[in-house]
């Protein structure tokens, strides 16, 4: 860790900010295990091996099989991902990607099939939650649970 504490503890008010957006994102009524599957696939495109591997392991938890989680990094390369699924990752994917300028029609108009205008809105504020706390856990260097 880069801190002298856990951020956690130097910034309370504003941790806590970050953790409502989340905890908020939560309760918008998405299914739980696409958000985890969305917190996996944008950690790896960020290289948050302590979010990684925390929504890896909730995933098993919530009965995702290994076999997916292997190849989620390859999504678009296998059927093992619905096309509810496959939108939401492709969005989040360019959301999170903001800098290589991707097309972003294409992947709006593929949500706008699968969820509602709320959830749309939802599952945005939700990769813009997962998109902070890899910030932080990249920034700050975050040790992976023993």
């Not at 309760?27 to 979010?51: F, I, T």
């Not at 995933?59 to 990094?73: C, D, M």
């Not at 972003?104 to 706390?133: R, Y």
Request: glycine letters at 4%; proline letters at 5%.
């Amino acid at each position: 860790m880069r801190l002298s504490k856990s951020y956690r503890k130097l910034s309370p008010a504003l941790f806590e900010a970050q953790l409502n957006l989340t905890k908020q994102t939560r309760e918008a009524g998405l299914d739980p295990k696409l958000l985890d599957l969305l917190d996996l696939r944008v950690s790896q495109l960020n290289g948050c091996a302590y979010c990684m591997d925390m929504h890896g392991t909730d995933l098993l938890k919530l009965g995702e099989t290994p076999r997916r989680l292997t190849v989620l990094a390859a999504w678009r390369e296998t059927d093992f991902f619905d096309p509810k699924e496959q939108a939401a990752l492709a969005w989040a994917e360019a959301l999170t990607q903001l800098t290589l300028q991707p097309e972003m029609d294409q992947p709006f108009k593929a949500l706008k099939d699968h969820f509602t205008e709320p959830q749309i809105v939802a599952l945005t504020f939700a990769i813009l939650s997962i998109n902070g706390w890899n910030r932080l856990g990249v920034g700050f260097r975050l040790d992976l649970p023993e």
